[in-house]
């Protein structure tokens, strides 16, 4: 192999390191595990545990991942301990296509029941996805990033959901700044 094209590749891997440290630096975290979670009962029956929905395992990463389903339709709600810019909320899903609409709160609590269609609190954005999709990731992903510190989940046609994920603006990164200089200067000689 040439020097030239060595050179080539190594600027290249170079690169793609640099890429993955700038996407690792914007700081993306899924804060779901981190919520209380509650689902509405009474007439929205459902099966499943709520702790499936934010244990880590779905198709793909687990040979028998937990399933939570609605009989027809129902409520999820997360309280974060603070409010937080939230990116986009995912949803993990197997049989049943359904619609899900996702509302953001500032404010909000939630009640003993699960039952919150009208909490208190402060409407900051609603997003919703009417594409009916299953076996994959359905996103809701509001234009920009939405302060909010409740997010309440309603679907409908009883889905089978695996996991759901709550992404979050993170600014406590490992990430230290630093400039191409001196990233250069760390690979002189070794090119």
Request: glycine share 10%.
């Amino acid at each position: 192999m040439s020097m030239c094209k060595f050179r080539f590749f190594g600027f290249l891997a170079i690169g793609g390191i640099l890429l993955v440290s700038v996407v690792w630096a914007i700081g993306l975290r899924n804060v779901a595990p981190d919520a209380v979670t509650k689902a509405t009962e009474g007439y929205n029956l459902y099966t499943g545990e709520l702790a499936t929905l934010t244990d880590g395992k779905y198709p793909g990463n687990d040979e028998s991942p937990g399933i939570f389903q609605w009989g027809n339709k129902g409520i999820l709600v997360f309280e974060l301990p603070e409010p937080l810019a939230i990116s986009e909320v995912r949803v993990c899903v197997g049989e049943n296509e359904a619609p899900y609409i996702v509302t953001f709160f500032l404010g909000a609590k939630l009640s003993a029941d699960g039952q919150s269609q009208d909490p208190e609190g402060e409407r900051k954005g609603i997003v919703e996805n009417y594409e009916f999709r299953t076996h994959q990731w359905v996103s809701l992903k509001p234009e920009s990033p939405i302060v909010a510190d409740y997010v309440q989940l309603e679907v409908m046609n009883g889905p089978e959901m695996y996991e759901i994920e709550i992404w979050v603006e993170d600014e406590t990164t490992p990430v230290r700044p630093s400039s191409w200089g001196l990233v250069k200067s760390r690979f002189k000689g070794n090119l």
